[in-house]
Protein backbone atom coordinates (compact mmCIF):
# COMPACT_ATOMS: atom_id res chain seq x y z
CA UNK A 1 0.00 0.00 0.00
CA UNK A 2 1.64 3.39 -0.50
CA UNK A 3 2.61 5.74 1.78
CA UNK A 4 3.33 9.12 2.46
CA UNK A 5 7.12 9.52 3.21
CA UNK A 6 9.04 12.09 5.26
CA UNK A 7 12.36 13.42 6.21
CA UNK A 8 14.31 13.93 8.01
CA UNK A 9 12.88 11.25 11.14
CA UNK A 10 14.45 13.70 13.68
CA UNK A 11 16.08 17.03 13.54
CA UNK A 12 18.12 19.23 16.07
CA UNK A 13 18.56 22.86 15.20
CA UNK A 14 19.53 26.16 17.10
CA UNK A 15 17.22 28.84 17.41
CA UNK A 16 16.98 31.27 14.86
CA UNK A 17 18.40 28.76 12.18
CA UNK A 18 16.53 27.94 8.86
CA UNK A 19 14.85 24.21 8.64
CA UNK A 20 13.84 22.24 5.37
CA UNK A 21 11.13 19.38 6.16
CA UNK A 22 10.79 16.76 3.13
CA UNK A 23 7.50 14.91 2.11
CA UNK A 24 6.56 12.51 -0.82
CA UNK A 25 3.04 12.28 -1.29
CA UNK A 26 1.62 9.70 -2.30
CA UNK A 27 1.73 9.65 -6.16
CA UNK A 28 -1.78 10.01 -7.10
CA UNK A 29 -2.87 12.48 -4.62
CA UNK A 30 -3.76 15.99 -5.49
CA UNK A 31 -4.10 17.46 -2.37
CA UNK A 32 -1.51 17.64 0.19
CA UNK A 33 -1.09 19.11 3.71
CA UNK A 34 0.94 20.18 6.43
CA UNK A 35 0.38 19.24 10.51
CA UNK A 36 1.62 20.00 13.68
CA UNK A 37 2.06 18.26 16.73
CA UNK A 38 2.98 19.47 19.68
CA UNK A 39 4.58 16.71 22.44
CA UNK A 40 1.07 15.23 23.93
CA UNK A 41 -1.60 17.78 22.18
CA UNK A 42 -3.66 17.54 19.20
CA UNK A 43 -3.07 17.18 15.67
CA UNK A 44 -2.95 20.74 14.46
CA UNK A 45 -3.52 22.18 10.65
CA UNK A 46 -0.99 24.02 9.20
CA UNK A 47 -1.33 24.36 5.20
CA UNK A 48 -3.55 22.83 2.33
CA UNK A 49 -1.54 23.23 -0.91
CA UNK A 50 -3.09 22.00 -3.94
CA UNK A 51 -2.09 23.18 -7.96
CA UNK A 52 1.24 24.34 -6.78
CA UNK A 53 -0.41 27.37 -4.72
CA UNK A 54 -1.66 27.04 -0.89
CA UNK A 55 -5.37 26.60 -0.57
CA UNK A 56 -5.74 27.38 2.98
CA UNK A 57 -3.35 28.22 5.91
CA UNK A 58 -4.05 28.38 9.70
CA UNK A 59 -3.48 31.35 11.94
CA UNK A 60 -0.32 29.17 13.08
CA UNK A 61 0.88 29.12 9.49
CA UNK A 62 2.61 33.20 9.88
CA UNK A 63 5.75 34.50 7.55
CA UNK A 64 8.00 32.28 8.75
CA UNK A 65 6.56 29.22 7.13
CA UNK A 66 6.42 28.41 3.66
CA UNK A 67 5.83 25.51 1.46
CA UNK A 68 6.81 24.28 -1.50
CA UNK A 69 6.36 21.64 -4.78
CA UNK A 70 9.80 21.94 -6.24
CA UNK A 71 9.15 18.91 -8.73
CA UNK A 72 6.92 16.23 -9.66
CA UNK A 73 7.34 14.25 -6.24
CA UNK A 74 9.10 16.44 -3.23
CA UNK A 75 6.18 18.98 -1.39
CA UNK A 76 8.63 21.20 1.79
CA UNK A 77 8.11 22.52 4.57
CA UNK A 78 10.36 25.50 5.30
CA UNK A 79 10.36 27.26 8.95
CA UNK A 80 12.66 30.38 7.92
CA UNK A 81 14.11 31.49 11.38
CA UNK A 82 13.06 28.96 14.03
CA UNK A 83 11.97 29.94 17.60
CA UNK A 84 11.89 27.42 20.72
CA UNK A 85 7.68 27.17 19.83
CA UNK A 86 8.39 25.42 16.87
CA UNK A 87 9.02 22.27 18.33
CA UNK A 88 7.08 19.61 17.85
CA UNK A 89 6.37 16.54 15.31
CA UNK A 90 5.89 18.13 11.87
CA UNK A 91 3.75 15.60 9.73
CA UNK A 92 3.03 15.80 6.27
CA UNK A 93 -0.44 14.51 4.08
CA UNK A 94 -2.35 13.98 1.54
CA UNK A 95 -5.83 13.20 0.29
CA UNK A 96 -7.05 10.70 -1.66
CA UNK A 97 -10.61 9.49 -0.49
CA UNK A 98 -9.04 9.75 3.24
CA UNK A 99 -6.16 11.94 4.61
CA UNK A 100 -2.78 9.62 4.79
CA UNK A 101 -0.15 11.01 7.08
CA UNK A 102 3.22 10.37 6.59
CA UNK A 103 5.19 8.87 9.73
CA UNK A 104 6.60 12.60 10.98
CA UNK A 105 9.66 14.79 11.32
CA UNK A 106 10.47 15.61 14.71
CA UNK A 107 11.40 18.59 15.08
CA UNK A 108 13.63 19.93 18.31
CA UNK A 109 14.82 23.70 18.53
CA UNK A 110 17.29 24.35 21.45
CA UNK B 1 -14.54 27.73 10.77
CA UNK B 2 -14.69 24.38 12.38
CA UNK B 3 -14.01 23.58 16.00
CA UNK B 4 -14.68 19.62 17.55
CA UNK B 5 -14.74 18.99 20.97
CA UNK B 6 -13.85 15.57 22.29
CA UNK B 7 -14.10 13.59 25.85
CA UNK B 8 -13.43 12.02 27.86
CA UNK B 9 -9.89 13.06 27.66
CA UNK B 10 -8.80 9.65 29.05
CA UNK B 11 -10.50 6.57 29.60
CA UNK B 12 -9.66 3.48 31.52
CA UNK B 13 -11.48 0.09 30.67
CA UNK B 14 -11.12 -3.35 31.54
CA UNK B 15 -9.96 -5.81 28.64
CA UNK B 16 -13.36 -6.92 26.96
CA UNK B 17 -15.54 -4.03 28.14
CA UNK B 18 -16.61 -1.41 25.51
CA UNK B 19 -15.21 1.77 24.77
CA UNK B 20 -17.34 4.98 23.77
CA UNK B 21 -15.79 8.27 22.50
CA UNK B 22 -18.01 11.40 21.95
CA UNK B 23 -17.17 14.36 19.91
CA UNK B 24 -19.21 17.48 18.44
CA UNK B 25 -18.38 20.02 15.63
CA UNK B 26 -19.77 23.25 14.88
CA UNK B 27 -19.58 23.53 11.35
CA UNK B 28 -22.80 22.40 10.22
CA UNK B 29 -21.67 22.19 6.36
CA UNK B 30 -19.09 19.21 7.73
CA UNK B 31 -20.13 15.80 6.18
CA UNK B 32 -17.45 13.83 6.76
CA UNK B 33 -16.08 12.69 9.76
CA UNK B 34 -13.00 10.41 10.38
CA UNK B 35 -11.48 8.92 13.21
CA UNK B 36 -7.74 8.22 13.85
CA UNK B 37 -5.83 5.89 16.01
CA UNK B 38 -2.38 6.92 16.85
CA UNK B 39 0.45 4.72 19.00
CA UNK B 40 2.69 6.40 20.62
CA UNK B 41 5.44 8.05 19.01
CA UNK B 42 3.67 7.08 15.60
CA UNK B 43 1.30 8.19 12.67
CA UNK B 44 -1.82 9.03 13.35
CA UNK B 45 -3.96 6.29 11.31
CA UNK B 46 -7.53 6.14 9.88
CA UNK B 47 -9.40 3.57 11.89
CA UNK B 48 -12.95 4.31 10.85
CA UNK B 49 -14.82 7.27 8.77
CA UNK B 50 -18.41 7.88 8.03
CA UNK B 51 -20.19 10.39 5.99
CA UNK B 52 -23.30 12.31 6.42
CA UNK B 53 -26.05 10.33 4.16
CA UNK B 54 -25.40 7.38 7.00
CA UNK B 55 -25.93 7.58 10.95
CA UNK B 56 -23.55 4.72 11.42
CA UNK B 57 -21.01 2.71 10.48
CA UNK B 58 -19.46 -0.59 11.61
CA UNK B 59 -16.55 -2.61 11.08
CA UNK B 60 -15.77 -5.58 13.06
CA UNK B 61 -15.58 -4.29 16.66
CA UNK B 62 -15.51 -0.73 15.79
CA UNK B 63 -18.40 1.25 15.26
CA UNK B 64 -19.06 4.97 14.38
CA UNK B 65 -22.55 6.86 15.02
CA UNK B 66 -23.72 10.26 13.31
CA UNK B 67 -26.06 12.20 14.50
CA UNK B 68 -26.64 15.26 12.05
CA UNK B 69 -29.01 17.28 13.98
CA UNK B 70 -26.95 17.40 17.29
CA UNK B 71 -23.72 17.77 15.31
CA UNK B 72 -22.31 14.48 17.48
CA UNK B 73 -20.77 11.86 16.45
CA UNK B 74 -19.09 8.96 18.48
CA UNK B 75 -16.65 6.26 18.33
CA UNK B 76 -17.88 2.64 20.05
CA UNK B 77 -15.08 0.08 20.35
CA UNK B 78 -16.38 -3.49 21.81
CA UNK B 79 -14.42 -6.35 23.35
CA UNK B 80 -11.59 -4.13 24.08
CA UNK B 81 -8.46 -5.78 23.98
CA UNK B 82 -4.63 -4.32 25.08
CA UNK B 83 -3.21 -3.20 21.34
CA UNK B 84 -6.69 -0.73 21.38
CA UNK B 85 -4.32 1.41 24.02
CA UNK B 86 -3.91 4.52 22.07
CA UNK B 87 -5.10 8.03 21.44
CA UNK B 88 -8.15 8.46 19.30
CA UNK B 89 -8.99 11.27 17.17
CA UNK B 90 -11.74 11.97 15.90
CA UNK B 91 -11.79 14.54 13.18
CA UNK B 92 -13.89 16.58 10.80
CA UNK B 93 -14.35 18.12 7.41
CA UNK B 94 -16.07 18.95 4.11
CA UNK B 95 -15.72 15.62 1.89
CA UNK B 96 -14.35 18.15 -0.91
CA UNK B 97 -10.74 16.68 -1.52
CA UNK B 98 -8.57 19.46 -0.73
CA UNK B 99 -10.43 20.95 2.17
CA UNK B 100 -8.34 20.96 5.46
CA UNK B 101 -9.36 18.08 8.33
CA UNK B 102 -10.06 19.51 11.59
CA UNK B 103 -9.22 17.39 14.56
CA UNK B 104 -10.60 16.96 18.18
CA UNK B 105 -8.61 17.37 20.90
CA UNK B 106 -7.58 13.52 21.47
CA UNK B 107 -8.60 10.90 24.18
CA UNK B 108 -5.59 8.49 25.98
CA UNK B 109 -7.43 4.96 25.91
CA UNK B 110 -6.44 2.43 28.45
CA UNK B 111 -6.79 -1.17 27.98
CA UNK B 112 -6.11 -3.04 31.71
CA UNK B 113 -5.23 -6.78 30.81
Known amino acids: EPEVTQTPSHQVTQMGQEVILRCVPISNHLYFYWYRQILGQKVEFLVS????????KSEIFDDQFSVERPDGSNFTLKIRSTKLEDSAMYFC????????FGEGSWLTVV | GENVEQHPSTLSVQEGDSAVIKCTYSDSASNYFPWYKQELGKRPQLIID?????GEKKDQRIAVTLNKTAKHFSLHITETQPEDSAVYFCAASHETSYDKVIFGPGTSLSVIP
Open chain 1, 93 to 100: ASRGLALA
Open chain 1, 49 to 56: FYNNEISE
Open chain 2, 50 to 54: IRSNV
